[in-house]
């Protein structure tokens, strides 16, 4: 395809209000597009693409009634009950219509922002932080959730086949060749989540087994592995999900599910029993969130180191959701480098949700890199930071070459790293790294070239 009719295509799909910025930004990214990527580090329900997000605003708000109505009664009876998230959200639906909220969304759903400049002066979202305060500093409860309730009740929905096509469709273009989905486990049972109804099971199986089957037909060139990141952290739960895999008829949920992880800023030291099961059943850590704040927010620096290494040394993590954190920590470091555990990097959205307080330029990536941590980049939430595709990952290296100074050699490891620490098969892994290896002598040598007209 024409690099202008693709451009054309990119902008259809993220429908941005500066379609000239956006369009400037995608030329600019075509050498980045080309390099073999894996997204480690991809929330299952956060896939969508802008466009899916524009179009469902404008039919739900075309009738918002009585969709609305009955949102505003649900989330105000949680609000009257005394929760603090719902009293947080119910000013959004006093309105007649939905609209996203600000300010890298346009209220009727349009990419706001193109620029990585424009983004970072944009953050922190206001909301998004929750309460960052000495005493409570937590990043789930604000802008991140009012997105998910407005886009809930538009009805674009990550869960549908179509969704999950499209963001295999836009892996491609960005060069990505693996895809890791972080998605919750079976609804645990009510009564102390001792067990898991086979019913459940069924349909969490069934339902997860068929997205990632009809995206895979659809786009074969796009592997797709899924972690496991269930709510519940109990030994209970862990043995009933062991359990109900070691009964499946045959190796297709084996061959799915290769990970288990944990959302949310809890100490993995806290399901130490939950994890050696799930590793006896032969699931790896990884997508384990920890130390995702860095030294910038004081308040909680000790406990956030020490959740870093609960994970390594706790969990047993091959992987660290984030792990910012361990900058400048000479022993959190080396145990990182020793153990070989991957940094699941993800610029934009610690710069979003005020992780990264002083700005991308000061983000700890090049410190944790020049201390021999392993590192990839992801995206975490992509719709959620305004991707321009259900993928955003080129954005993160855009990112760390404009504002962080990160050199061609240095894109290509952290893009060799994302799949030495991937979860996909043997082969999947050596054809991308010769791949990398021959986008970066043919980066190299176009630079010389530049160099010698100079």
């Known amino acids: ?71 505003r009664a649900e989330l105000g009876a949680e609000a009257a009950a005394g929760s603090v998230r719902a009293q947080h959200l119910l000013p959004l639906l006093d309105r007649p219509t939905l609209a996203m909220p600000g300010p890298l969304w346009t209220p009727d759903g349009r990419v706001a922002t193109c620029t990585l400049r ?38 674009a929905s990550a869960r549908s086949a179509e969704a999950w096509a499209e963001a295999s ?77 070691r009964a499946e ?46 030294v910038a927010r004081p308040a909680l620096v000790a406990q956030s180191r020490a959740s870093v290494r609960s994970a390594v040394e706790v969990a047993g993590a091959r992987r660290i959701g984030h792990g910012i954190i361990a900058a400048g920590d000479a022993e959190l470091c080396a145990l990182l480098r020793e153990r070989n555990v991957c940094l699941e990097v993800c610029l934009l959205s610690n710069r979003a949700l005020d992780n990264c307080p002083l700005g991308l330029a000061h983000h700890p990536l090049p410190a944790l890199l020049a201390a021999g941590v392993p590192c990839c980049l992801a995206t975490d939430n992509a719709y959620k930071l305004a991707a321009p595709n259900a993928m955003g990952l080129v954005r993160e290296y855009q990112c760390a070459a404009e504002l962080l100074g990160l050199d061609a050699r240095s894109l290509a490891a952290l893009a060799a790293a994302s799949f030495e620490h991937s979860l996909a098969p043997a082969h999947v892994k050596a054809r991308a790294l010769a791949d990398i290896g021959a986008w970066l002598n043919r980066e190299e040598r176009a630079a010389a070239g530049l160099a010698a007209v100079e």
């Not at 295509?9 to 390099?35: K, N, V």
């Not at 953050?123 to 500093?137: F, K, R, S, V, Y």
């Not at 069924?202 to 068929?210: F, K, M, N, P, Y």
């Not at 599910?257 to 949310?264: A, C, F, W």
Request: include cysteine; charge should be negative; aromatic fraction near 6%.
């Open 169 to 245: 469709e836009d892996a491609v273009r960005e060069g990505i060749r693996w895809v890791e989905y972080a998605v919750g486990g079976p609804a645990d049972d009510a009564a102390g989540a001792v067990r898991i109804r086979a019913e459940a099971w069924t349909e969490w199986r069934d339902g997860l087994l068929a997205l990632r089957q009809h995206a895979l037909d659809a786009v074969p060139e796009v592997g797709i592995a899924l972690v496991v990141c269930p709510s519940t952290p109990s030994g209970a739960y862990a043995a009933a999900f062991a359990a109900h895999l």
């Open 249 to 294: 008829p045959d190796g297709r949920l084996r061959e799915a599910v290769r990970g288990v992880g944990q959302v949310g800023a809890s100490d993995p030291a806290e399901r130490v029993e939950a994890y050696a099961i799930f590793r006896a059943a032969g699931l790896v850590a990884v997508n384990v969130h920890a130390g995702e704040w860095t």
């Open 118 to 155: 424009q983004f970072d002066d944009a953050c922190p979202i206001a909301g998004a932080t929750g309460w960052n305060d000495d005493g409570e500093l937590w990043h789930g409860m604000g802008g991140s959730r009012d997105m998910a309730l407005v886009v809930s009740i538009a009805g």
């Open 1 to 71: 395809m024409a690099q202008s009719e693709e451009a054309r295509r990119a902008m259809r799909i993220a429908c941005p209000a500066d379609e000239g910025a956006f369009l400037r930004d995608y030329a600019a990214t075509a050498r980045l597009r080309a390099l073999p990527k894996a997204q480690l580090h991809m929330h299952g329900d956060a896939i969508l693409r802008p466009r899916r997000i524009c179009d469902a605003l404008a039919a739900f708000n075309a009738s918002p009634e009585p969709r609305l109505a009955r949102a």
